[in-house]
T-cell receptor, first 108, second 119 residues
Framework: AQRVTQPEKLLSVFKGAPVELKCNYS??????LFWYVQYSRQRLQLLLR??SRESIKGFTADLNKGETSFHLKKPFAQEEDSAMYYC??????????FGTGTSLTVIP | DADVTQTPRNRITKTGKRIMLECSQT?????MYWYRQDPGLGLRLIYY???????NKGEISDGYSVSRQAQAKFSLSLESAIPNQTALYFC??????????????????FGPGTRLTVL
């Protein structure tokens, strides 16, 4: 069963425009959700996690349990934000389930 | 710097051959994972290990086996490679420090990946 859904494979926005990468999850327990990012020629790395309620590189993500969503948002996109973004769900602190990823392109 | 390394970085092999992909880490983490990445499918978990005596199947373990030789080493084997195992393979580690029900430090650290092509 698909536990993490990222509906957009590709997303293009202009520099300075707001960006939102969608993520929906399916899990009946208490979810631990993460956003990972893979920049060109770099390793997959953690961007942010819901439990920390942090803002990293201007990105934020709010867990909405009612809508089972964890969308990633940034008010003003920058060219260096162009990357592949993966939403991930950790189940009971053990297995991780990743979405299919969204490739973000920020157009100058 | 503590790191996660994978060898080889690229491998081309033929159908039916046995292949081993190796992962080593100097982070001192107990938990290690193997994923494969396919276009349009994202990352899928193959196997994971919480310590040298603990091996668990992930979503797509068929056709694969693993060995946890030491805390620092976790190998993935394809006993008889087939073309649909062509993919990018990632190793990852984590060091969750549980706090009651949650694991606030449950971040995964990924290796650089191994690109495997099965002809």
């Amino acid at each position: 069963a698909q536990r993490v859904t990222q509906p957009e494979k590709l997303l293009s926005v202009f520099k300075g425009a707001p960006v939102e990468l969608k993520c929906n999850y399916s899990y009946s327990g208490s979810p631990e959700l993460f956003w990972y990012v893979q920049y060109s020629r770099q390793r997959l790395q953690l961007l942010l996690r819901h439990i920390s309620r942090e803002s990293i590189k201007g990105f934020t993500a709010d867990l909405n349990k009612g809508e089972t969503s964890f969308h990633l948002k940034k008010p003003f996109a920058q060219e260096e934000d162009s990357a592949m973004y993966y939403c991930a769900l950790s189940v009971a602190g053990n297995q991780f389930y990743f979405g299919t990823g969204t490739s973000l392109t920020v157009i100058p | 710097d503590a790191d996660v390394t994978q060898t080889p970085r690229n491998r081309i092999t033929k159908t039916g051959k046995r292949i081993m992909l190796e992962c080593s880490q100097t982070k001192g983490h107990d938990r290690m994972y193997w994923y494969r990445q396919d276009p349009g499918l994202g990352l899928r978990l193959i196997y994971y290990s919480f310590d040298v005596k603990d091996i668990n199947k992930g979503e797509i373990s068929d056709g694969y086996s693993v060995s946890r030789q030491a805390q620092a080493k976790f190998s993935l084997s394809l006993e008889s490679a087939i073309p649909n195992q062509t993919a990018l393979y990632f190793c990852a580690t984590s060091d969750p420090r549980t706090s009651l029900l949650l694991s606030p430090y449950n971040e995964q650290f990924f290796g650089p990946g191994t690109r495997l092509t099965v002809l």
